[in-house]
């Protein structure tokens, strides 16, 4: 179906947190681990032919690769350079945020790159068991970026082959999409921490990579179909 698929993994690093300027750091550690997107460069990024991956070397805390320009969760403080994540305040000077926001723009140019005619982009993020039931969200935008039904419907029903619970934006909607000079698909995987970790030691489960295997073979039907 697609001659390309493109991973983009923004939430998996946690790079730059030992500086980055938060009132409270025992606050911090906590909310780094549980909104990072632990593994998910494990999980989604096989190094298989025909799927290439842009990754953030920093942690969403330090800048969030995944936000726009624009934002409008900038005005509670979670733009792209957070300055309030729920109460824990940060403090940037003029040069800091220069640097950051040219890393951003560095890495949605590395992204535009690697996007080609004929590709699917595939947005790889994961979220803690607690916000809800099902195992995978599959999300999308209402717009040019949204998938046709036939990709949409090949990766759930694997997903759901391979006993997972799917759910089409839920608990979160939309796909990246950056504008480029052509028009191609955009498609979120979200995946229930639960699926492949313990929340608790942080650590992977076996389950992890029968995780890993499905998502593997989702490429192979979208890069063969």
């Known amino acids: 179906m ?8 923004p939430h998996a690093a946690i790079g730059g947190l030992n500086d980055a300027g938060y009132s409270d750091s025992r606050l911090l550690f ?9 593994y998910t460069d494990y999980l989604f990024d096989q190094h298989k032919q025909g799927v290439v991956s842009v990754k953030s070397i920093f942690s969403r805390f330090v800048v969030d690769c995944e936000r726009l320009i624009n934002d409008p969760l900038e005005a509670q403080g979670q733009g792209i350079l957070y300055t309030d994540y729920d109460g824990n305040t940060r403090m940037l000077n003029e040069d800091e945020r220069t640097r950051l926001m040219a890393y951003y723009t560095q890495h949605h140019d590395r992204l535009r790159s690697e996007l080609k005619q004929g590709s699917l982009l595939i947005d790889c993020h994961s ?3 607690e916000l809800a039931d099902v195992d ?3 999300g999308y935008n209402e717009d040019w970026s949204k998938p046709d039904d036939t990709t949409l419907m090949l990766v759930r029903d694997k ?12 608990p979160y909607s939309n796909s990246i999409s950056p504008k480029t000079t052509f028009t191609y698909p955009s498609l ?6 639960r699926c492949y970790m313990d929340e608790d030691t942080m650590r992977l ?21």
Not at 2 to 9: C, Q
Not at 160 to 167: C, L, P
Not at 205 to 225: F, G, S
């Open 188 to 193: 979120m995987i979200e995946v229930n921490k």
């Open 136 to 138: 995978i969200c599959i």
């Open 30 to 38: 906590e909310q780094v681990r549980k909104w990072t997107d632990w």
């Open 127 to 129: 979220f803690p068991s």
């Open 159 to 170: 997903f759901i082959a391979d006993d997972y619970r799917v759910a089409f934006n839920i």
């Open 205 to 225: 489960t076996p389950k992890a990579d029968k995780l890993r295997n499905t998502i593997n073979d989702i490429y192979t039907m979208l890069l063969n179909d």
């Open 2 to 9: 697609y001659k390309r698929i493109v991973l983009h993994i």
